[in-house]
């Protein structure tokens, strides 16, 4: 089943903020006839410690989740080998190259930290509330939930971890953070239990398996993995209701044409449905350029309207960590029959399991990278592939940048990094 992380309209109230969503709530509470309306004044912050606020603050939580990673996913791609840079762009010109510069990413920084902090602080102020129960109501397990991606995307993607304006840690700190976060969704989903709650304990099962690969706990991970029913998707939600709701992805491959799949690897991968992607013409039959007015424009159509979803969490990606579990064992049959598990379920005909590790590894890492196509995901994957020896070595990201920079702005301002 796909499941969505909340409605169209609660997404509404996220775009706001608690707060707006709130006033707004309060003043229709206000109306004693149709145009007889009383104001009820400015709220104060602890006016909003009420159970009838808790669904605002998770909504708020998952919105600005969505904010932040419908921009992560191009910039992960085009770091990697997903997409390229067709456009105007000064930044993403250099991004494509693997170049980061500090003050070029103050903004994807912030995001992403907003969403972790926004998560985990909610978190926080909803064990405050009175009158809600905490531990028995799968808003709570949703916001663990929500901490545990923005972690995530945390560790996937920035070099360095810091946590409110802390010094500066490891990178695994934040998957260290994320594999708690889902415990705790999970215990709380399961005690909620019904669709609801399976659908929660599931993404946090999968997020959980994600996190524990990362921190090399391979065994855990495929523990996780193997709970999750290969038809399971969890979305980042987006939504045509206004602009900061819509997929801004879409809004640069569709409405521009910044980013192009010409001159990838993907460029040479046909009517697999795990890589949508089309060549655009003029009408006089040309291929549409860029941007740019000189690269080929080769559209993605993985995500074909601004409202389109981005998967956060799949059933077929829990198969990908289970087939890389058995590579690095050594076991390539095992391995080919979870690759083609997955390969079955879109309709694929099965690859011939290799005759070496190193061919394993190599059609591994394209059934990977097909599966997670524009998720987010790949820059990651390739940054720990290159840090590993043998077979499993990826060479791509020579002389490129790994991982995000510590932003700018979070150096201005943060005096641990003085």
């Not at 229709?28 to 145009?35: E, H, R």
């Not at 999970?186 to 239990?193: E, P």
């Not at 159509?301 to 579990?325: F, H, Q, S, W």
Request: proline residues 4%.
């Amino acid at each position: 089943m796909t499941m969505t992380t909340h409605t169209k309209q609660q997404r509404v109230a996220g775009r706001w903020g608690v707060a707006g969503a709130l006033a707004a709530t309060v003043a229709l509470a206000g109306c004693q006839g149709f145009f007889d309306v009383v104001n009820p004044g400015p709220l104060s912050d602890e006016e909003l410690n009420v159970p009838a606020a808790v669904q605002g603050v998770v909504t708020g939580m998952s919105a600005d989740f969505s904010v932040m990673f419908d921009y992560i996913v191009p910039v992960s791609g085009m770091a990697s080998d997903e997409i390229s840079h067709g456009g105007s762009y000064t930044a993403e010109g250099l991004w494509v190259r693997g170049i980061f510069r500090a003050e070029d990413v103050n903004g994807q920084w912030a995001n992403m930290q907003r969403a972790r902090w926004v998560a985990e602080h909610g978190i926080e102020r909803m064990k405050g509330v009175g009158g809600y129960a905490f531990d028995t109501n799968i808003l709570s397990a949703r916001a663990y939930l929500w901490a545990g991606l923005a972690n995530r995307t945390l560790g996937e993607i920035a070099c360095d971890a810091i946590i409110d304006g802390g010094p500066k840690q490891a990178n695994s700190v934040y998957f260290t953070r994320a594999e708690a976060h889902y415990t705790e969704a999970i215990r709380i989903a399961t005690a909620v239990g019904g669709t609801a709650g399976t659908a929660v304990a599931n993404a946090a099962y999968g997020g959980r398996a994600a996190a524990k690969a990362a921190l090399g706990k391979w065994a855990e991970a495929v523990s996780d993995a193997q709970r999750i029913p290969i038809n399971f998707v969890y979305n980042a939600v987006y939504s045509t209701n206004s602009s900061r709701e819509n997929n801004q992805f879409v809004s640069e491959t569709w409405v521009r044409r910044e980013f192009t799949v010409w001159g990838t690897r993907w460029a040479n991968v046909f009517k697999d449905p795990r890589v949508p992607w089309d060549t655009v013409k003029t009408s006089s039959g040309a291929i549409q350029k860029g941007q740019d007015g000189k690269t080929n424009y080769f559209r993605q159509r993985k995500y074909p309207d601004l409202g389109a979803e981005i998967p956060l969490v799949k059933g077929t990606e829990m198969l990908m960590i289970r087939a890389e579990e058995r590579l690095r064992a050594g076991d390539i049959n095992g391995a080919y029959g979870h690759m083609n598990t997955a390969r079955t379920f879109y309709g694929l005909p099965a690859l011939t399991p290799a005759a070496s590790l190193a061919q394993a590894w190599t059609d591994f890492k394209a059934e990977r990278g097909a599966t997670l196509w524009l998720e987010g995901r790949r820059w990651f994957d390739l940054r720990r592939w290159g840090a590993e020896t043998g077979p499993m070595n990826d060479t791509f990201l020579t002389g490129r940048a790994t991982c995000m920079p510590i932003s700018q702005n979070e150096v201005d301002a943060n005096p641990n990094l003085h």
